[in-house]
């Protein structure tokens, strides 16, 4: 089976740089996708980890450790428009259509 | 650009009523989804389609059907509405099942049922 964990809520500043964990148990394992969800929205793809290290797109970056079963999605420069739900997500190794979304982490940002 | 468009966007029903959820896709993908995501939590996957012709269970498929009608089209049923099945459903489409292809959503329907 599968099964991530995330914060259910952060709270940070404008300006600020805020880290999100994910923390997941799979039968197999195929890569960490992060995903974006204003609320009342549609989840849009924010970054894909199919190796152990850092990704950066813009303000934000993604990381995994596979030995570690743990990844993190770090945003920079937080900006109010950044206040949304961010969800890990795991695809099955033995199936790439099958995907398995953590619960979400409510990021609200402050001025 | 469209996209994925899910019809319609909102929907009440009553216990006993059937419904199908119509989902399209101009990106000329091959893999689709059906999602439902309750309140707090993340999606969970009802059924997909790996191809044209082909669909498969997910996680979560009971007290629901689908059909790939071609390879735009991907169209959720509900036999028999619950009211367990009060969610907001997502379609998604990916241009195929390789590791590194993102999955494009749809807007959702919010389904209530009474």
């Known amino acids: 089976g599968q099964s991530l964990e995330q914060p259910s809520e952060v709270t940070a500043v404008e300006g600020a740089i805020v880290q999100i964990n994910c923390t997941y148990q799979?039968?197999?394992?195929?890569?960490l996708s992060w995903y974006q969800q204003h609320d009342g929205g549609a989840p849009t793809f924010l970054s894909y980890?199919?190796?152990?290290g850092l990704e950066e797109t813009g303000r934000f970056s993604s990381f995994l450790s596979r030995s570690d079963s743990y990844g993190y999605l770090l945003l920079q420069e937080l900006q109010m428009k950044d206040s949304a739900s961010y969800f890990c997500?795991?695809?099955?190794?033995?199936?790439?259509?099958?995907?398995?979304f953590g619960s979400g982490t409510k990021l609200n940002v402050k001025p | 650009n469209a996209g994925v468009t899910q019809t319609p966007k909102f929907q009440v029903l009553k216990t006993g009523q059937s419904m199908t959820l119509q989902c399209a896709q101009d990106m000329n993908h091959n893999s689709m989804y059906w999602y439902r995501q309750d309140p707090g939590m993340g999606l969970r996957l009802i059924y997909y389609s790996a191809s044209e012709g082909t669909t498969d269970k997910g996680e979560v498929p009971n007290g629901y059907n689908v059909s790939r009608l071609n390879k735009r089209e991907f169209s959720l049923r509900l036999e028999s509405a619950a009211p367990s099945q009060t969610s907001v459903y997502f379609c998604?489409?990916?241009?195929?099942?390789?590791?590194?292809?993102?999955?494009?959503f749809g807007d959702g329907t919010r389904l209530s049922i009474l």
């Open positions: 799979t039968s197999g394992f195929y890569g």
């Open positions: 997500a795991v695809r099955d190794r033995n199936n790439f259509n099958k995907f398995y």
């Open positions: 980890n199919a190796l152990d």
């Open positions: 998604a489409s990916s241009e195929n099942g390789n590791s590194n292809q993102p999955q494009h």
